[in-house]
């Protein structure tokens, strides 16, 4: 019993360690010709695996992009975003969520620009890695909005409703770009940037 559990281990690190070479070969390819499509076949040829076993690792193309915005959020510090915005002080978790999404922005800036790219062109395969990416945004800066309300941090004339809406346009991946490479700004300029926007809109 022990040697099947010791060989079921294995396998699965090998599935494992198979999947993060194919995720790589998508990081690689998408760095190195963000202007070409990708293509399964040049994917596992990076990879060194063959065509059918990406297919079998993710299921299919847009498979492969889910896991891959999947990817993107674990790696890019989604989770030390999530704690800094839950602050116990609301305030505080708000300039700590904005931090946290201009750092996970900027540890993927080149691909994410891609990927932003290829979703409006082939949204099919390419669209669940985004939407993915949005998704998780739009809860969090809903979820920052709501304790800004609760704890009595917002203007008078600001809803949570209004305030979601703002920090949604903030967080976006566009206006972190806009000031980062279209202004040249450093990483801590455009976080500084956004949050006194942030704060000076929303906040008493």
Not at 61 to 76: S, V
Request: hydrophobic residues 45%; glycine residues 8%; proline residues 2%.
């Amino acid at each position: 019993m022990a040697i099947r559990k010791y060989e079921q281990r294995l396998r699965a690190e090998a599935a494992e360690e198979t999947r993060r070479r194919i995720l790589d070969a998508v990081y690689e390819r998408l760095r190195a010709a963000p202007s070409e499509p990708v293509s399964i076949d040049r994917i596992a040829q990076l990879a060194r695996v063959a065509r059918p076993t990406v297919y079998l690792a993710f299921g299919s193309r847009a498979g492969l992009f889910e896991a891959l915005g999947a990817d993107l959020l674990q790696r890019g510090g989604f989770e030390r975003m999530l704690q800094a915005a839950a602050h116990p002080d609301a305030r505080e978790g708000l300039r700590g969520g904005i931090r946290g999404v201009v750092d996970m922005y900027a540890a993927h800036r080149d691909v994410l620009r891609v990927l932003s790219s290829m979703a409006l062109l082939d949204a099919d395969a390419v669209g669940g890695a985004v939407q993915r990416l949005e998704q998780g945004r739009s809860s969090g800066m809903a979820y920052l909005a709501q304790r800004l309300a609760d704890q009595g941090v917002l203007r008078p004339d600001v809803t949570a409703e209004r305030a979601a809406n703002l920090l949604w346009l903030l967080t976006s991946f566009d206006s972190f770009d806009l000031l980062y490479t279209g202004r040249a700004l450093s990483v801590d300029e455009v976080a500084k940037t956004l949050i006194t926007t942030a704060e000076r809109s929303l906040c008493r």
